[in-house]
């Protein structure tokens, strides 16, 4: 088995200005690792939620969530209602049709769609303010970039244990 290499330790992503890198590697991260996690995951434990935690789906829906909404307010955007909804949907099982691997697909998306905006950023721009939410909570442009990239990562390492322990009960006989 090869070793691999974690983003941050392959050199710059082409195009994204230096202060972002590691907003950048951080995404890039949590794709590479969400798809590794995933790996063999039986979807019928998609929903599972051992001891009362989120379910794997769950944290692949929000990671996906949080980086759409938090790079819209990047853009000075306010949610849309689509986005609205697809918030009220993360964890709702009963409303979504999702397969796994759509939602990893969906999340792929989301995080090429996030490192091309990158790549557009001014870099002389990154401490203006900006605002989030209704309440327009103030931060700044790489105040959000660092937290969509420090809070999937967040998910991921949730998911990850998650996934452990649901892989782990069905390996033991417990499902």
Known sequence: MTERREFWQCGP???VPALLQPVAHALLEVGAEVRIIMEGFPEQLLWKKPAGVAAPAFHLQHINGVIDRLFTYARK???SKEQMHALSLEGDQENNSLSMKQMISGLDNRISSAIEELKKINPETLAEGRGVGRK???TTLIGLYFHAAEHSMRHAGQL???VRILKSSVDSGEQ
């Open 13 to 15: 992503i082409e195009d």
């Open 77 to 79: 955007g306010l949610l």
């Open 136 to 138: 327009q909570i103030p």
């Open 160 to 162: 990850l244990v998650t």
